[in-house]
């Protein structure tokens, strides 16, 4: 009876091992988004959907939405198409023996269903796990047809923490300054993070520079020359209202806002010497962090909003600083290279980007660097790059290169892998800010 009861409950405990390791095995992501190379990527499907024969433009650009966003992390390759071996005829099943053939992990499968008259637009999407054979995830989006792409990247955001467990950077947009309507003007404007769907946030035909936009996406902070100086405004953008926070001849420039978005860092020109300050949004009340004779910039906050990393030149040359709210003694991190300016946390906390020069390159590039000065990695850049920025979920970097009369967006990943030419669909702007979508 003894032995019956072993027996029984060897089974028992193999029939749980095989349970539980199907449940990890499906939730488990397989991309690991840390690794730094790889000779031959995953690969994807993404067939014609459903419904695709009525819009074919519609269909063709929302897969080209998905092709591109998963091509931009650099973690995945999208199949030929032409060797397909089937047309789904349904956005739930597939034949899962012939895409194993292929060789592909995942298949994006999909229907259009446009509404006569309305511009609105119905989409199914599902994500199916050929290993698995089984559809992993799905998700039913309706809206305006001129905002398709906005919904393929919430689906690529779904489709990105299926395979890597973590938040996707595609439904994301940038905040940049680009050309106004009159010679030595430049607007406000925000896009999607690929260019597309730009529009404007500050058009008044003024020179306005270096916007920065408070976490929840209402609070605008920029530098506009409108009085005849460079002052600093903040604008709600859901009433319109707008406040002016200095005056004079000074410069004054936002730097960054804290989480939270009670607290604003800036730059400001006083006595002829910029100085990195902190104003309360709460109080209205501006805190002085630094008193230097250098010349002290370009603020921006650790994601703990403790934490200021900002540029200097007390040393003689521009290099990158980290001081706290209550401005305690700057520590200088950079030491390689003469020349090593605007800094930008990620959100992650582990490392600051920036853009540098090292002393036996003449080039600039876009570094990364950890809080303690440890790290200094060169990730890439060329031609004359801008100000790096963040995706929100700190795996990527964005930044701007001009050559020659040119300017260009590249993304890549935070180890400098898979540096990628974005289109060049949206203005030719410098970027500023890459913040998660708050309105719909």
């Known amino acids: 009876m003894q032995k019956l009861f072993l027996r029984f409950g060897s089974v028992v405990a193999l029939l749980l091992l ?15 988004i840390e690794k730094r190379s790889s000779s031959e990527l995953p690969a994807l499907a993404v067939p014609q959907f459903l419904g695709e024969t009525a819009d074919p433009a519609l269909g063709q650009q929302l897969r080209s939405v998905f092709q591109q966003d998963m091509k931009y992390t650099g973690l995945f390759r999208i199949a030929d198409q032409a060797t397909y071996p089937e047309v789904p005829q349904s956005v739930e099943q597939l034949q899962y023996p012939s895409w194993a053939a292929l060789g592909v992990i995942a298949v994006i499968t999909g229907r259009l269903e446009s509404a006569a008259g ?21 998700n039913n989006l309706t809206g305006p047809k001129i905002r398709h792409r906005e919904m393929a990247h919430r689906f690529s955001d779904v489709i990105f923490r299926e395979l890597t467990g973590e938040a996707g950077p595609f439904d994301t947009q940038v905040l940049c300054v680009s050309p106004g309507r009159n010679k030595n003007s430049k607007d406000i404007v925000i896009m999607d993070y690929d260019g597309y769907g730009a529009r404007p946030l500050v058009a008044d035909g003024g020179l306005n520079l270096t916007p920065v936009l408070s976490p929840n996406g209402t609070l605008l902070a920029y530098t506009s020359y409108r009085s005849g100086n460079p002052n600093l405004y903040i604008r709600n953008l859901l009433t319109g209202a707008e406040e002016r926070l200095t005056s004079g001849v000074g410069l004054a420039m936002a730097g960054a806002w804290t989480s939270d978005g009670w607290y604003l860092a800036l730059g400001q020109t006083i ?17 002085r962090i630094t008193n230097d004779w250098g010349i002290d910039v370009s603020p921006r906050f650790a994601p ?22 209550q401005g305690s003694a700057p520590v200088r991190l950079t030491y390689e290279g003469r020349y090593n300016t605007a800094p930008t946390w990620s959100p992650r906390s582990d490392v600051i980007a920036f853009v540098g020069r090292a002393d036996e390159d003449r080039s600039l590039g876009v570094y990364t660097i950890r809080p303690d000065g440890s790290g200094q990695t060169r990730l890439g850049g060329g031609g ?3 100000a790096p920025i963040w995706a929100p ?25 898979a540096n990628y030419l974005l289109p060049a669909s949206g203005p030719a702007c410098l970027t500023s800010q890459w913040v998660a979508r708050t309105a719909r």
């Open 18 to 32: 095989w349970w539980c390791g199907g449940i990890l095995a499906q939730i488990q992501p397989p991309i690991d």
């Open 118 to 138: 309305d511009g609105q637009v119905g989409l199914q999407f599902a994500l199916h796990d050929v290993a698995q054979q089984r559809m992993r995830i799905g």
């Open 271 to 287: 006595d002829g010497n910029s100085e990195i300050f902190v104003y309360d949004t709460k109080s209205k009340q501006t805190k």
């Open 304 to 325: 703990d909003g403790k934490r200021l990393a900002f540029v200097s030149d007390r040393s003689g040359t521009p290099q990158i600083y980290v001081t706290d709210m």
């Open 384 to 386: 004359s790059p801008d």
């Open 393 to 417: 979920n700190g795996r990527f970097v964005m930044y701007t290169s001009t050559q020659g009369s040119s300017r260009q967006r590249y993304m890549m990943r935070e180890d400098g892998q």
